[in-house]
């Protein structure tokens, strides 16, 4: 089975500029959620979705950042306009509430630089 | 508060010994999920392994162990016969409360094993 699948990989953009990331979850996973890893602040939860509904988005850091996820298979986040500050890793990741420990899986991570 | 504290910016280990990196937590849900999962240098976030608080066994998988001490708050990870592939980042993280899904990180250890 293919894992969660991220694109683009790298983004460069300038600062002003619009930035969208996009993510695949796993077949069949119902929880998909977007993360933001910094030396400063680790591993942040931005906003998680449950059968394409948003549940939280109380880490979303500010009105810049706008995540859908207008189906099963597909999300986006998008942060317009863009910051140097914003430069990161942005993971997505997807669960199942199967089992006990339905724990999540990453896909590769997109990291943004925005000068 | 932190909910997750890993006090060991980074640990060596030679080939072949075992090491243990320390996680305590902090929450009043009397029901939550521990996991532990390892970033090597290319990135990605990989699941290791997952302790219900309800577990009476500590978790095993494969060379991965989860020391888990309730009273204390612990759940220390054990990797045992090390190799150079462990190193890494490894982080430990909490899920608190059932329907939740919500994952809380730690700031990680980075691990590096001596040849």
């Known amino acids: 089975d293919a894992g969660v699948i991220q694109s683009p990989r790298h983004e460069v953009t300038e600062m002003g500029q619009e930035v969208t990331l996009r993510c695949k979850p796993i077949s069949g996973h119902d929880y998909l959620f977007w993360y933001r890893q910094t030396m400063m602040r680790g591993l942040e939860l931005l906003i998680y979705?449950?059968?394409?509904?948003?549940?939280?988005d109380s880490g979303m850091p500010e009105d810049r950042f706008s995540a859908k996820m207008p189906n099963a298979s597909f999300s986006t986040l998008k942060i317009q306009p863009s910051e140097p500050r914003d430069s990161a890793v942005y993971f997505c990741?997807?669960?199942?509430?199967?089992?006990?420990?339905?724990?999540?899986?990453f896909g590769p991570g997109t990291r943004l630089t925005v000068t | 508060a932190q909910k997750i504290t890993q006090t060991q910016p980074g640990m060596f280990v030679q080939e072949k010994e075992a090491v243990t990196l320390d996680c305590t937590y902090d929450t009043s849900d009397p029901s939550y999920g521990l996991f532990w999962y390892k970033q090597p240098s290319s990135g990605e976030m990989i699941f290791l392994i997952y302790?219900?608080?309800?577990?009476?066994q500590n978790a095993t998988e494969g060379r991965y162990s989860l020391n888990f001490q309730k009273a204390r708050k612990s759940a220390n990870l054990v990797i045992s016969a090390s190799q150079l592939g462990d190193s890494a980042m490894y982080f430990c993280?909490?899920?608190?409360?059932?329907?939740?899904?919500?994952?809380?990180f730690g700031t990680g250890t980075r691990l590096t094993v001596i040849p």
């Open positions: 979705f449950n059968n394409n509904v948003p549940i939280d």
């Open positions: 302790q219900g608080s309800y577990d009476q």
């Open positions: 990741a997807s669960s199942s509430k199967q089992g006990p420990s339905y724990e999540q899986y």
């Open positions: 993280a909490m899920r608190e409360k059932q329907g939740a899904n919500n994952l809380f």
